[in-house]
């Protein structure tokens, strides 16, 4: 793995345990696609740092499990405006 990968990978597992940020919501501050955000954590970062994988994962999990929640309140927030 490439040195610069490696360390974004590192870098946005640390934004996503210290902020609790959705992959979407890291995908934005480091300016690279949701998919790339999401094979970094599931797949690079386990390689990289087993530890920090196990805390990123638990949030992950989180944030899936709530998404739902999210969701609606978007939706309400749309509707609300008279979007």
């Given at each position: 793995m490439k040195?610069?990968?490696e360390e974004r990978?590192?870098?946005v597992a640390?934004?996503?345990i210290d902020t609790g940020a959705t992959v979407r919501?890291?995908?934005k501050?480091?300016?690279v696609?949701?998919?790339t955000i999401h094979k970094d954590m599931s797949?690079?970062?386990p390689k990289v740092d087993p530890i920090t994988y196990e805390k990123v994962?638990?949030?992950l999990e989180k944030n899936k499990a709530e998404r739902h929640i999210r969701g609606g309140f978007a939706t309400k927030m749309k509707y609300k405006k008279g979007i």
């Open positions: 040195d610069y990968i990978v590192m870098e640390a934004y996503i919501e890291a995908a501050v480091f300016k696609s949701k998919s797949e690079r970062l994962k638990k949030i």
